[in-house]
């Protein structure tokens, strides 16, 4: 786990302004990134946080990089048929990479056939294919209300992973699908930049320990060469929704 500097955080009032202020940043690093070096590369995160991030990117922002030119990664998937409705490749497909009218070949779907462990081998292959060195350009990740980001779990024995970039995890039995494919810290801590949006005040109490330098949480343990952003609503940085 490298040590480097400790996050940039990014708060804004709601949901929607800290997305938008995502957007922002993610559409000048892929801009910047397609002019010094003609490709980018970008993991996206699952769950429910970044699917406002995601509208935005295919609307409002949708000419704000050369989006088509990068390739397109999930930071975990869940192991289910790419139709599920708990796909994170599904929800990122419909949000973002249809609307955009991204290319097929720049999509690289985890696919899970065979079940997680043949799918998180699978993965590695691509990853070690596509980005020779593991150096994502820009990842997005969420916080699970338990501290977990990507399918990295408290407790979970692929937060010892240093070798492997790509493993398969089984999550607690509250989980919709426990069975996943999830990139591990060699690969979140070589990125170039890393954002991790939290939002509610649900994730406050992990984003607290955070804020508190308390590394105990998988998502607070997340430390990449690169920039590290934290983009918290009001509620997750003050436990505080806007009704209270
Ligand atoms: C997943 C995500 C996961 C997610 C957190 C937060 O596959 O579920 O990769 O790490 O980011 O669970 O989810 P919400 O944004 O829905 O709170």
Same mark, same amino acid.
């Given at each position: ?6 996050? $940039?955080?990014? %708060?804004? !009032? *709601? ?6 202020? /995502? &957007?922002?940043? @993610? ?49 975990? $998937?869940?192991? %289910?048929? !790419? *139709? ?6 599904? /929800? &990122?497909?419909? @949000? ?149």
């Amino acid at each position: 786990m490298a040590e480097s500097v400790a996050p $940039e955080l990014v %708060v804004a !009032p *709601d949901l929607d302004q800290l997305s938008r202020a /995502a &957007a922002e940043r @993610a559409a000048a690093i892929v801009s910047r990134t397609v002019a010094d070096r003609g490709h980018c590369t970008l993991a996206l995160s699952g769950g429910t946080t970044p699917r406002t991030l995601y509208a935005l990117l295919a609307g409002e922002y949708r000419l704000a990089a050369p989006w088509r030119q990068a390739e397109w990664f999930w930071g975990d $998937e869940r192991c %289910v048929p !790419p *139709d599920h409705a708990e796909s994170n490749y599904r /929800a &990122a497909r419909d @949000a973002l990479l249809v609307p955009l009218r991204i290319p097929s070949g720049m999509v690289h779907r985890i696919d899970c056939s065979g079940g997680a462990p043949a799918g998180a081998t699978r993965y590695e292959a691509v990853l070690r294919d596509r980005l020779p060195a593991g150096r994502f350009d820009l990842v997005l990740l969420g916080v699970g209300a338990d501290g977990h980001t990507a399918s990295l779990f408290p407790g979970s024995g692929a937060l010892d992973e240093r070798e492997r970039w790509a493993v398969a995890v089984t999550g607690g039995p509250e989980l919709a699908v426990r069975e996943r494919v999830t990139l591990t810290y060699p690969v979140l801590d070589r990125a170039r930049a890393v954002f991790l949006l939290a939002a509610g005040a649900g994730k406050h109490p992990v984003v607290a320990r955070m804020l508190a330098g308390d590394r105990t949480d998988p998502a607070a343990r997340v430390r990449p060469d690169g920039a590290l952003v934290w983009f918290l609503d009001e509620a997750a940085r003050t436990g505080r929704t806007a009704a209270a």
